[in-house]
């Protein structure tokens, strides 16, 4: 019987491999290249395929599933919903939707106390925008360089990043400016003091170029993830907050990836004690377990559609069944202190262990982060801090990463690696053990970016 449930299993998987490659069109890969596994299950931290391979979960999916798979709470909540009421026109008022935007409004900074829902992070930031030309009756939109704010046509024109070439020219009204990063500075400054003046001083002159009376929003992450968790130097968030007040613009804070306790705050920016706007939001409301995002509007701002119609809808705004999720995933990070703890672990525990990492390996350039979301910036030569792989590598350019990569999965580590960088960002209630586990993997797979090392 063993013999015959394993060959019924290999088929299973089998059929869907084949399902797969015949009909799904899969983001941001050229089909041909991909050779998906087909995930059978999850559980916590680990996730496993058909024939019981399982992988650690060092990337959270895609910075999502903050309290790992199958939380028993979100699921028991998402089931009880189901049997109440799956679906609801959103001018409907529902119990799941109100209670997950009272306790949202509770967790967001200042007077941020109204949402409108979307169904992800890239509809957030297109409502995000709507709101803010509406609010101020302006229309540019200026957004960083290396940033990610997701792939639908406004949000992806504000993206600072390769992504975006497939969507150009875009929408118009948007502007880029060079964001702080004192490794690879634009500015060239030799200090993170001086980084953050300069790229102060550099938004400004990018303010007064375009003319500030025409700049209705500016968008930016509160940490750039995808681009390479880029933590803003002290002063940054607040020197943008002063000029959006001078010029009555609006500070739009992207938190979808890193907002709701991946930094160790409910959202990154409190880090900083600075107030946007604006909170766009996605990924760890729910942890993904149903789609969901949305806007945290001032009650300032909020006050523009009291009697004006606010210009967004959509079907599924403030869909019952991933409130509920969101209900129960929101509880669950106050409950358990989750948000200190990843504070704790990660000045405590994650940067010590990177730091030492470091400290062994020649092609780590540089460490960033805080909380549970992490950077390890490869390099080939360390003097120069020419890059593991050149921005942008595909094919055999990406061929270190790419064995970076093999070399975790083999050991069971499902890595995030982007470019040059290994992003660690598992889930926010992993174990000590598992943490620990993860990163002796990284240790081992990074002797395989060495070997590429200038001599
Ligand atoms: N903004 C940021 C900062 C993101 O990281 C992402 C997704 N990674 C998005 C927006 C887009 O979110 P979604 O993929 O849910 O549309």
Request: aromatic letters at 8%; a negative charge.
């Amino acid at each position: 019987p063993i013999q015959s449930e394993q060959t019924a299993v290999t088929a299973a998987a089998s059929a869907a491999y084949r399902n797969d490659r015949a009909h799904v069109v899969h983001s941001w890969s050229a089909q041909a290249s991909l050779d998906p596994v087909v995930v059978a299950g999850g559980s916590g931290s680990r996730f496993w395929d058909e024939s019981g391979r399982t992988w650690l979960d060092f990337s959270s999916q895609l910075v999502n599933v903050n309290l790992g798979h199958q939380h028993p709470k979100l699921v028991a909540a998402i089931q009880a919903q189901a049997e109440r009421l799956c679906t609801l026109a959103p001018y409907h008022a529902n119990e799941a939707t109100a209670e997950a935007a009272r306790l949202i409004a509770q967790a967001a900074p200042g007077d941020l106390d109204k949402v409108f829902f979307t169904s992800g992070g890239a509809e957030a930031v297109e409502n995000a925008v709507r709101v803010a030309r509406h609010h101020t009756g302006r229309v540019k939109v200026l957004s960083a360089y290396r940033s990610y704010h997701g792939a639908t046509a406004g949000a992806i024109s504000l993206t600072g990043d390769p992504r975006r070439w497939g969507a150009e020219p875009g929408m118009p009204g948007t502007v880029k400016f060079w964001g702080p990063y004192a490794y690879r500075s634009a500015f060239h400054s030799d200090s993170e003091a001086q980084e953050c003046e300069r790229a102060l001083a550099h938004l400004a002159d990018v303010l007064m170029v375009e003319g500030p009376h025409t700049v209705a929003a500016i968008v930016l992450e509160s940490v750039v993830g995808g681009n390479g968790v880029l933590v803003p130097p002290d002063g940054y968030l607040r020197g943008v907050r002063e000029l959006c007040d001078r010029h009555g613009i609006v500070m739009v804070a992207d938190e979808v990836m890193v907002g709701f306790g991946r930094c160790g705050e409910w959202f990154a920016i409190d880090r900083w004690g600075v107030v946007p706007d604006l909170i766009t939001f996605a990924k760890g409301v729910n942890c993904g377990y149903v789609p969901l995002g949305g806007v945290i509007i001032s009650e300032r701002i909020a006050q523009t559609f009291a009697h004006r119609v606010f210009p967004g809808g959509l079907t599924y705004s403030g869909h019952p069944l991933a409130c509920a999720a969101a209900v129960a995933c929101l509880n669950v990070y106050r409950e358990e202190g989750l948000i200190e703890r990843v504070r704790r672990l990660g000045e405590e525990l994650v940067r010590p262990a990177l730091e030492q990492l470091k400290s062994r390996h020649p092609s780590i350039g540089e460490v960033r982060g805080l909380g549970m979301f992490w950077a390890l910036e490869l390099v080939r030569d360390p003097a120069s801090r020419e890059p593991l792989v050149p921005y942008n590598a595909t094919g055999a350019d990406n061929r270190p990463m790419a064995e970076f990569a093999a070399a975790c999965k083999d050991r069971g580590l499902w890595p995030f690696v982007h470019f040059n960088r290994v992003h660690i960002a598992p889930p926010l209630n992993i174990s000590q053990a598992d943490l620990r586990t993860g990163l002796d993997i990284i240790d081992e797979a990074l002797n395989v970016a060495d070997r590429y090392l200038v001599q």
